[in-house]
């Protein structure tokens, strides 16, 4: 059991980080904000968020919808790795949107490739931990257009945060104590108690009404127990593991 004290991180739903005007640009796309439309600019670019090719960092373990929002040019993933290095060629600059493809572009079963995406159409896909630090590419799949390709770099799932429990009210009445608290949503915990804190430790596990403690989709819980005749008593709240 623990007491799940840690800071909360907070993610942001779109991040876009521009560079100067001879980078591309970087977009961030997690689990509260799983699709990606693609357009295109002519035969020379895909624009994602009015960007040109700009690369694109995606969680393992997330599944995305990835979109072509026009006609033509249909979207292929693929990635390299140390057994098939050639899988994907290409010269210049990904990250400055520089980059032009050299090699042919795959198809279903050979190495590297992961998925396609029609024109006018929508498809999903989870990448798997496996992709995390490879060479992770999205282009065209007209052979005859070259500059339209970016990078994907996957990382880590994002762990979700932890929300550490807490009592939020209490009233007295009697020798009944009603508490509200608050934590990870459906939770369950156990309230402990001592009469002394120069003990340092919460020895007594309180019986409670109700007797399975769980919070809500929201987080929230509500209880009561009973003090008896103890003069003074100290609470701490621990979430079940």
């Known amino acids: 059991m623990g007491l799940g004290w840690v800071m909360i991180r907070l993610l942001p739903l779109l991040l876009l980080a521009s560079f100067s005007s001879a980078r591309g640009e970087t977009l961030l796309f997690?689990?509260?904000?799983?699709?990606?439309?693609?357009?295109?600019?002519?035969?020379?670019?895909?624009?994602?968020?009015?960007f040109n090719d700009p690369v694109l960092v995606l969680h393992s373990g997330v599944t995305y919808t990835v979109t072509r929002t026009s006609g033509g040019h249909p979207l292929v993933f693929a990635y390299n790795d140390s057994d098939f290095p050639d899988a994907v060629i290409y010269s210049?600059?990904?990250?400055?949107?520089?980059?032009?493809?050299?090699?042919?572009?795959?198809?279903?079963?050979?190495?590297?490739?992961?998925?396609?995406?029609?024109?006018?159409?929508?498809?999903?896909?989870?990448?798997?931990?496996?992709?995390?630090?490879?060479?992770?590419?999205?282009?065209?799949?007209?052979?005859?257009?070259?500059?339209?390709?970016?990078?994907?770099?996957?990382?880590?799932?994002v762990p979700d945060p932890v929300v550490p429990p807490a009592i939020n009210s209490l009233s007295l009445n009697g020798t009944t104590l009603n508490l509200s608290i608050t934590g990870k949503p459906n939770a369950s915990f156990v309230i402990r108690s001592s009469t002394s804190l120069s003990a340092g430790s919460f020895d007594t596990l309180e019986t409670t009404s109700p007797a399975l403690l769980m919070t809500d989709s929201n987080g929230t819980a509500s209880l009561s127990l009973q003090t008896g005749s103890r003069p003074s008593l100290f609470l701490r709240v621990e979430q079940l593991p």
């Not at 997690?30 to 009015?50: C, E, K, Q, V």
């Not at 798997?128 to 990078?151: D, Q, T």
């Open 30 to 50: 997690d689990a509260s904000n799983p699709t990606i439309n693609l357009s295109n600019a002519g035969a020379s670019h895909y624009r994602i968020s009015g």
């Open 92 to 157: 210049g600059n990904l990250e400055a949107g520089t980059a032009f493809r050299q090699s042919a572009v795959l198809g279903s079963g050979d190495p590297g490739w992961l998925f396609r995406v029609a024109p006018n159409s929508s498809g999903e896909f989870t990448f798997p931990p496996a992709l995390e630090g490879k060479e992770v590419f999205y282009y065209c799949e007209i052979s005859g257009h070259r500059g339209m390709i970016g990078k994907v770099i996957i990382e880590p799932p």
